[in-house]
């Protein structure tokens, strides 16, 4: 009786080993799960953000986050001035700008 039960505790012991090394290789494919699923696509599109708003210049018809259309009509370091209508003029972020129109 003795030796049947440190049979099967010797046999749990390995069991328990082994859940180890699975649960560590789980969790690195969840992290890189997470990573190619959001991580990765979230920066490329604040990447594509970043040089949307660098490169913006007088005379792009633009799309604002609010959805206001307009033409760029002034750039400044933080602030774009957007003409929507013959001398209606409005003074944005530049942030909020979401599209640039061809």
Known sequence: M????FAMAGNAAAQG????YQGIIMLVAMFAIFYFLL????????KQH???VGNL???DTIV???GIHGKI????????????ATGVKIKMNRS???EVKQ
Do not use: F, H, M
């Open 2 to 5: 003795a030796t049947e039960a």
């Open 17 to 20: 080993q082994q859940g180890g």
């Open 39 to 46: 991580i990765r696509p979230q920066q490329k599109r604040a």
């Open 50 to 52: 970043k040089e949307l």
């Open 57 to 59: 210049k007088a005379g």
């Open 64 to 66: 604002t986050a609010g």
């Open 73 to 84: 009509s002034a750039v400044e370091d933080l602030t774009v001035t957007i003409e929507v």
């Open 96 to 98: 909020s700008i979401t």
